[in-house]
């Protein structure tokens, strides 16, 4: 049985709470069940009593737990509960889930706080999670055994039911709530061994789930205050551009318009976090009564523009500052594609380099040299961009989606001039994010204009705006090149990336460390079309041109596309080459074993075309076989077959929908996404022109397995998402005899027939 250092104080909690204002709960859930029961129904507690930042326990035992990071539909807002109720030892039908708002002091990490991205939202609290749940556990054992005067260590729980077997005395959470709360927290908690969990690795609904279906206001679209006004910003045309001038005389007179002005969001004076990314910092904002009303004057105000000048900032974050400067000028895709090729065919920037690659590649028996584009592409969440504001002589209030209030707040405080510790931020359920929402200039826009007209504003952005002004994926380009001697051994392996504007590689990842002769290289152009995190960053592409490269690899040297990677991991788990590998080979292996057994790869249906892809980012491994058919001409997906290694799995419901969302999202960007621009204009601006994949385009089944585990959960939302661009490139050219090097997929003519 593990044993946890607890961190945190009944001193620092009441403090904490009392610099919050003592308002802990937000957004409020029923019982933790999505079809509550009667008893699930019954009266809340009339009173609570504290145990920790993450519970409260009421008298009559119901349980409120405080789901800490906010929640765009990975369902960490059920999740994580399920992590502090299995130490508390309670029945989930007891247990009441909160919102948390926005509160370093109670929810803290060492750099990302409550933050929701990088797949690290249970893992980065499970320690925490378990000890709060853990922690309350112990004092409720204290306090009955104090009760009841015997020894703590006889008092054992079961269900939120606390029992004493020598004496036969028993009391439900509730009857010792009271007592528990005024015990010390203690210094040292014992901890479950994985074997006994009897909540995390079951499946539980989505405690919001009812509220989703039904239409209920979670979302920050739906959110209302007394007296609020809707503001709406007409954006520059294109990127490196600014307002030259404003004619409002006509649309001041319209109904229900208040005001017209142009705000400046973040001078180039201020430093900027990791996340304070904005290519237009100069904006024309429309205010008014009602949404209908200022769409309407947003359409009809006459502004003119110019072109803006190159700007130079700051940017401090993750430990390090640096100068960025944003170039002017009008960009389009074709000089984009152009100033690619011409980077990609000259030397680039060293990154690793292990054994001789230059001798490895003159002795050759074959080489193989194959290049991999990838477009920019949008984000689209469901629901815009959308934020409410309420700026006072002495109070901020914000409230929306966002996934990084702990990012964007010292920015807020700055901007507006007040402390941080007089802004609050209350987090809404986001209409997803992939990424996107840790950008939450929105946020700090709606502040700025609430500022201004001295009134609650809720800004709204059209889906136009999020289209056309957002933060996009960057554009790729990698070129890979193999060394096969004369028994078709692969003996080295060059890696050139860059992109628009950042490079894709990730150098110390796989095949780096199982080849004896490894060059990375990279390189990259500076751009002023804001860019910024995309579900799986990076490797977002570079695994797809990575998996589609060593399926071609592996054909020319005459091994299964399986077996192939395996003999690599292999060689890499024996006798590892060069330092700083970031993954595990053995996890490695252990994906791909279980897809090549669980897809049964070596006999596939009549008929169906299959490719394999496996990947490791954010802690975890995924593998996917994909099946495909082709008919009249067009590619079905009839399976896919996953296998993921993300540790513990805490509630397997959501983390198999979860991947099946990847694998849905995958295939449709690697087939139909893309973002092109023409003289710095993105030419989509709605779901019209933006193709994304339709539902009758799904994969007909997804079939998710999960490695057996007992490592602290790793990532999960982001690893599956890759390598599914590499399974679907693989199955297309078992189908078509063609390999696919150009994203998206069906941009090529003709891709099949």
Not at 118 to 144: E, I, N, P
Not at 445 to 465: C, F, G, H, M, W
Request: charged share 20%; aromatic share 8%; glycine share 8%.
């Amino acid at each position: 049985m593990p044993i946890v250092s607890t961190t945190y104080s009944r001193r620092s909690f009441l403090k904490t709470t009392a610099l919050a204002g003592g308002g802990l709960v937000l957004s409020f859930s029923w019982l933790a069940g999505c079809t509550p029961t009667d008893e699930e129904l019954r009266t809340l507690p009339k009173e609570w009593f504290d145990f920790n930042s993450y519970l409260k326990i009421g008298e009559n035992g119901v349980v409120s737990i405080m789901s800490p990071n906010p929640e765009f539909g990975q369902n960490v807002i059920t999740s994580m509960p399920m992590v502090v109720a299995d130490e508390l030892d309670v029945d989930w039908k007891d247990v009441v889930v909160e919102q948390a708002p926005h509160d370093p002091a109670k929810f803290p990490d060492a750099m990302f706080g409550q933050f929701t991205g990088g797949s690290r939202g249970v893992s980065s609290k499970w320690k925490a999670l378990r000890t709060a749940g853990a922690s309350a556990r112990q004092m409720l054992r204290s306090a009955a055994a104090q009760a009841w005067n015997v020894p703590v260590e006889e008092i054992t729980t079961a269900a939120g039911v606390l029992k004493h077997a020598a004496s036969g005395k028993s009391a439900r959470y509730g009857e010792m709530a009271s007592a528990a709360a005024k015990l010390p927290v203690p210094k040292d908690v014992p901890l479950k061994a994985v074997k006994d969990f009897t909540i995390i690795g079951t499946s539980r609904k989505n405690v919001e789930g009812r509220k989703i279906v039904t239409g209920k206001p979670l979302f920050g679209m739906d959110y209302q205050a007394e007296g609020m006004l809707i503001a709406m910003i007409v954006h520059p045309p294109a990127f490196g551009m600014r307002p030259k001038s404003v004619d409002d005389a006509a649309v001041r007179s319209m109904p229900g318009i208040t005001d017209v002005f142009t705000i400046s969001t973040l001078p180039n004076d201020q430093e900027r976090g990791p996340f304070d990314v904005n290519a237009f910092p100069e904006l024309v904002v429309v205010v008014g009564r009602s949404t209908w009303e200022v769409m309407k004057a947003k359409k009809a105000l006459q502004v003119s523009w110019e072109t803006a000048p190159s700007a130079s900032f700051v940017v401090a974050g993750f430990g390090n500052k640096a100068t960025v400067t944003v170039p002017a000028g009008l960009e389009d895709t074709a000089t984009h594609q152009a100033r690619m090729e011409s980077l990609a065919a000259r030397p680039g920037r060293v990154v690793r380099k292990d054994g001789d690659p230059a001798g490895a590649f003159k002795r050759a028996a074959k080489v193989i040299e194959r290049s991999y584009t990838a477009p920019f592409l949008a984000h689209n969440c469901m629901e815009p961009m959308n934020f409410f504001a309420h700026v006072t002589a002495d109070r901020v209030k914000v409230a929306g989606p966002l996934q990084a209030p702990g990012f964007v707040e010292p920015t807020l405080a700055a901007r507006l001039g007040v402390p941080a510790d007089k802004i609050d931020i209350e987090m809404t359920r986001m209409g997803g994010g992939f990424g996107r929402r840790a950008y939450s200039h929105y946020l700090i826009e709606a502040a700025l204009i609430s500022q201004r007209v001295k009134a609650p504003v809720k800004l709204i952005y059209t889906r136009e705006d999020d289209m056309s002004t957002g933060i996009y994926r960057p554009a790729y380009h990698a070129t890979y090149r193999a060394a096969l001697d004369a028994d078709n051994t692969l003996i080295a392996l060059h890696v050139k990336a860059g992109g628009v504007p950042e490079s894709p590689l990730f150098a110390n990842r796989f095949p780096a460390g199982a080849v004896d002769n490894y060059l990375a290289e990279d390189w990259s152009i500076p751009s002023n079309i804001t860019v910024g995190a995309f579900r799986a960053p990076r490797s977002n592409f570079i695994a797809g041109a990575e998996q589609s490269f060593l399926d071609e690899v592996a054909e020319a040297a005459g091994k299964d596309p399986i077996e192939f990677r395996l003999d690599l991991l292999k060689r890499a788990m024996a006798k590892p080459v060069g330092t700083g590998n970031e993954y595990e080979a053995d996890r490695y292996i252990g994906v791909l074993e279980m897809v090549r057994d669980k897809s049964a790869w070596a006999t596939p249906p009549a008929g169906v075309h299959r490719g394999v892809a496996a990947y490791f980012c954010h802690e975890s491994y995924a593998a996917h076989v994909l099946d495909l058919t082709i008919e009249d001409g067009r590619p079905v997906v009839q399976k896919v077959t996953s296998a993921i290694d993300c540790g513990i799995v805490v509630n397997a419901d959501a983390a198999t929908n979860m991947v099946q969302g990847a694998v849905i999202d995958g295939i449709g960007n690697a087939l139909f996404g893309t973002m092109t621009f023409r003289n710095g204009a993105p030419e989509k601006t709605n779901f019209d022109s933006y193709r994304m994949i339709r539902m009758r385009e799904a994969p007909k089944a997804i079939d998710v397995h999960f490695v057996k585990s007992e490592v602290d959960p790793t990532g999960l939302g982001e690893p599956p998402f890759p390598p599914i661009f590499g399974a679907i490139a693989n199955a297309m050219y078992k189908a078509t005899g063609k390999r696919l090097y150009q994203q998206p997929f069906f941009g090529e003519k003709p891709v099949l027939g």
